[in-house]
């Protein structure tokens, strides 16, 4: 069974540009939740899709939004990128809300 | 006070001991409970979930859930080398602002040396 796919692995991106994200999840998984991990902040959520329909928003700025469309797949953007965006940003997936979540590789982000 | 707090590390633990990583957390309609191991530029990989009062068991880890005192715990008996890692306490809520939110502790590095 494949597990979590996040692509790229990494990224190099420059002050103001921005950047999209992409999560597949595990197959017959609805959930799709995204976290940035930072060595201060540790794992922060940022949001989750079911069903094509953002049902949570963690306390990030709006320039950090997602989407999920109908095969269940994840994307997150966010514009006009700024040094402190520089990250690991994870996606997990899971049958539902409350049960097991699992995560992919992560993208580390690097923001210059 | 922060929504779920990990004891402070890093926790060293000779091989072959039991080492013992503990958890609270403070919203009390917690309802999911799990733990997430994370090697060195590497993402959390899920271990053990835990739903119900009392401890469940897989392998060498046991985990531990007493919701009255709102807290969990995770038991790694005959520590390896290779357990070596940051371990991560995850609380999951009951619906409404929790839908799909796994809030994390801070996280406790072990080290097992030979």
């Known amino acids: 069974k494949a597990g979590v796919t996040q692509t790229p692995r990494y990224l190099i991106k420059t002050r103001g540009q921005q950047v999209t994200l992409s999560c597949s999840p595990i197959s017959g998984h609805r959930s799709v939740s995204w976290y940035q991990q930072t060595p201060g902040q540790g794992l922060q959520f940022l949001f989750e899709?079911?069903?094509?329909?953002?049902?949570n928003k963690g306390n990030f700025p709006g320039r950090f939004s997602g989407r999920q469309f109908s095969n269940s797949r994840s994307e997150m953007n966010v514009s006009t990128l700024e040094l402190g965006d520089s990250a690991l940003y994870l996606c997990a997936s899971s049958f539902t809300d409350g049960y097991e979540a699992f995560f992919g590789q992560g993208t580390r982000l690097t923001v210059v | 006070q922060k929504e779920v707090e990990q004891n402070s590390g890093p926790l060293s633990v000779p091989e072959g001991a039991i080492a013992s990583l503990n958890c609270t957390y403070s919203d009390r309609v917690s309802q999911s409970f799990f733990w997430y191991r994370q090697y060195s530029g590497k993402s959390p990989e899920l271990i053990m979930s835990i739903y119900s009062n009392g401890d469940k068991e897989d392998g060498r880890f046991t985990a531990q859930l007493n919701k009255a005192s709102q807290y969990v715990s995770l038991l790694i008996r005959d520590s390896q080398p290779s357990d070596s890692a940051t371990y991560l306490c995850a609380v999951n809520g009951a619906g409404g602002t929790s839908y799909g939110k796994l809030t994390f502790g801070q996280g406790t590095i072990l080290t097992v040396h030979p």
């Open positions: 899709y079911f069903s094509e329909t953002q049902r």
